[in-house]
């Protein structure tokens, strides 16, 4: 086993020039390691107070990731090491002061906070890849690397890269957890290799801990991304890596992905999420109204999971529609309602609501452009039209407020929350305009015809 500051060192490696290693941290080596104090050694004070004014960031960090939070760090040198000016010899080992505590780390802005293990409900379909999801965010890099999930749309794939994210930055806060898109891989690469960044491009993705990729099938047909992500999954495989990756289905399955790949991706396990059955359907309906404080009546319930066969997205698309309609009108959801609202999507399954559609309905309504809605410009015919159109995504699709703010040209997600407030304190208050606002989530509905 390699030492903590063996492990240490290799990571410094990655993050500093090969001459700077060499120089000053090549001679370095552990005295001693214990539950709470790493202890170094360099050759004399010179290297000490080099060390200590140039790389304590780097060192703190480093320590802190591989030694966990309580670990500090202290450098000392041999007793009697010259001075670099020739001056008298030093008197004895000096230890320097821990790096300060890093600042509490923030959940990344990418993880929807409601995605988690707590949150997945667990049925036939979903059982095995739900069970392979907590054994990697429990013991990452271990038996079921990669970690590959497959199947259809809108059945958990998404949600579970996410839990897994959320349990491995639980079980070490400041493990380099990676989620990305394939698709915001490939922008990712492409921008590098623009700009002419592929060697960072490469060193960020070889530092990581864990690396999830969703989506993994748009990769296909992309040669130059999937030479990189080949060497990028080797890289990180072979370092212990855990690597977790979505698809809509098989790697063989999938034309255009290079057989290099295919033949990696079922190293590890292969699991499927499948079409929930009755029961599940249920208790996803009812877990998401509990989260809401929504009563829905059990013969609703079963209404809505009899009639929606394809995926759990709609599921919750329709309850997300009850869930308005109630909030809106101040009643309760019978099951002679739920039939009249829910008649166009049940017919038409794959009609969910986007937020580029309410965009577009509230744009047009209000004579403003989809760009102003986005637009930082807080003039009151703007900031009501796009009150008006936060507060609609945040109650017509599932997107979270972190996503609702970035689709509105990077606003904070506390502009959401204060929006969403704003008006519904209107809706509540005048019922004019709660009349309006029904009226456009009416016309967005017959946009996603
Ligand atoms: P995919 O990535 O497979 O297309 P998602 O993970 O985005 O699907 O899931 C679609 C929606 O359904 C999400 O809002 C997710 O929270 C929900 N969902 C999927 N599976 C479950 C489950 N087992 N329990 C609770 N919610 C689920
Ligand atoms: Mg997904």
Redesign the pocket.
Known sequence: MNSLWDRCLERIKDEISPQAYERWFSTSRQTSSTDSTLTVQVPDRFFAETIRNRYWGILGDVVRLEGGEGVSLQIEFPEGSAHRNGAAPDPGHVLLPTPPPAPAPRKPDFLNP??TFD?????AS?QLAHACSLQVAGEPGSRLNPLFIY?G????????LHAISHGLLERRPNARVYYTSAENFINELIGSLQRNHMPEFRSKFRKIDALLVDDIQFIAGKERTQEEFFFTFNALYEAGKQIII?SDRVPKDTPGLEERLRARFVWGMMVD?GT?DFETKVA?LQ??SAEQNFNLPTEVAHFVADKVRSN??EL?GCLIKLIFHASLHGTDIDLPIAEELLKQIIREPSRVTTIENIQRVVSEHYQVRVSDLKSKNRSQAFTLPRQVAMFLSRNLT?ASTTEIGRRFGGKDHSTVIHSTRKIQDLVDKDSAFSATVQRLSERVDLLQQ
């Open positions: 409601k995605y949150t997945f409900v667990i049925g979903n199947g749309v809108g059945l958990g794939k998404t949600h579970l979505t999420v929930p996803i877990k998401k759990i997205r919750e599932p």
